[in-house]
């Protein structure tokens, strides 16, 4: 615990191994009741002390900015599913095409020839049980035939539908109504499955500002908060918090929050901005606590025991915002609080604790 925010007394108490292997079971199961009239317990606690959050701590401070993009609500990157020779591409930056409307399709020979064949076999087959029920009730085959023939047909014509759907894979068309944003193929090229061809945006959704914010500074923020947004040298827009991201990015380290325009703007998507927060004066103060203190942590939530004016463990609910190496950031502890750290998990709410001496 650093120097500013605590300060530990240690115990001299027997069986170390023992006592910590006690600890981790009372993190499992409820501390057993305990005589309040007993000796008291010697524990080793923290002294901590409540300091205002500051930005890395994810609130207090004053307003922050954070780089932006601008984008429809509703916007996606369009891939056909099998690969081929492109032999169209109408689809053209920034027409708006109907839902429905044929925005690429590969030459899909070699899936129109297999569901020709497909289909073949189904007829054969139908044709093929048709004529064995008659010879099954003639005595010509037996039962056995019967149902050989019947399972082949239904073999075939599953692969008859798994041959229509790759037929009609062959062909990309529009989702929804939208305008192209990009185009990232030309007709004669060969694609890959899953390569983007081109990214739409359907207008008729919100213009939004996605900001691109630090973990710190996403912890201070909730939806509905308000904000500004500043697109080049016009006058900042209000906005408000739509969404937060649940997780940073992999290669930027940062989270996406996404902000509704009070009065959107013509602003094509993908153009860069900004976005600036206010300072949340609402934010939790911010304590920082040994990590063998925090007792059944669970959806950013836990529990700690505090040591009370009459010397008695009291279990206090707590949240969690954080880990800093072997220190875990929380919020909700009273000012200068005791907190029991090594013996947390086998103390009972109102035993009595002693805080033995070096």
């Given amino acids: 615990m650093q120097s500013r925010t605590d300060l530990r007394w240690r115990w001299r108490a027997r069986g170390t191994a023992g006592l910590l292997g006690l600890a981790v079971l009372a993190g499992c199961h409820a501390a057993p009741e305990q005589n309040q009239d007993a000796p ?7 002294l901590v002390t409540t300091a205002a959050a500051s930005e890395g701590d994810g609130g207090g401070g004053g307003s922050s900015t954070w780089p932006a993009t601008f984008a429809r609500d509703r916007e996606a990157r369009l891939s056909l599913r099998l690969g ?6 109408p689809a053209r930056i920034g027409e708006h095409l109907p839902r429905g409307a044929l925005v690429a399709r590969i030459d899909a020979t070699p ?9 073949a076999d189904v007829t054969r087959l139908t044709a093929d049980a048709a004529r064995n029920e008659a010879l099954l009730a003639a005595g010509a085959i037996s039962q056995a035939e019967r149902d050989t023939t019947r399972a ?6 599953a692969g008859a539908s798994a041959s229509h759907y790759d037929d009609a894979s062959g062909t990309l068309r529009m989702p929804f109504a939208g305008t192209i944003l990009t185009r990232e193929a030309e007709q004669g090229e060969t694609v890959a499955p899953g390569q983007v061809l081109v990214s739409i945006a359907d207008t008729a ?3 939004i500002a996605r900001a691109a914010v630090s973990e710190a500074g996403a912890r201070a923020l909730s939806p509905g908060m308000p904000a500004q947004v500043q697109w080049g040298d016009t006058p900042s827009m209000a906005a408000r918090i739509l969404r937060i991201g649940g997780a940073a990015g992999a290669a930027t380290g940062t989270v996406e929050v996404d902000l509704a325009l009070s009065a959107p703007r013509a602003i094509t998507s993908g153009a860069l901005g900004s976005v600036t927060f206010a300072a949340n004066r609402a934010a939790p103060a911010v304590q920082r ?5 925090l007792l059944d942590a669970a959806g950013g939530g836990g529990h700690v025991f505090v040591i ?8 206090l609910a707590i949240r969690v915002l954080g880990i800093d190496g072997d220190l875990v950031r929380v ?9 029991i750290t090594a013996g947390a998990g086998f103390v009972a709410e109102g035993q009595r604790v002693t805080i033995a001496a070096k």
Wanted: charged content about 20%.
């Fill in 40 to 46: 008291p317990l010697p524990v080793e606690a923290a």
């Fill in 84 to 89: 081929g020779v492109l032999a169209a591409m």
């Fill in 331 to 339: 919020a909700g502890l009273p000012a200068e609080a005791r907190v």
């Fill in 205 to 207: 959704s919100p213009l």
């Fill in 308 to 315: 009370s004016a009459d010397n008695r463990a009291r279990r």
């Fill in 289 to 293: 606590i040994p990590a063998e203190a």
């Fill in 111 to 119: 899936q129109h020839a297999a569901a020709a064949r497909s289909d």
């Fill in 152 to 157: 082949a047909l239904t073999a075939a014509r």
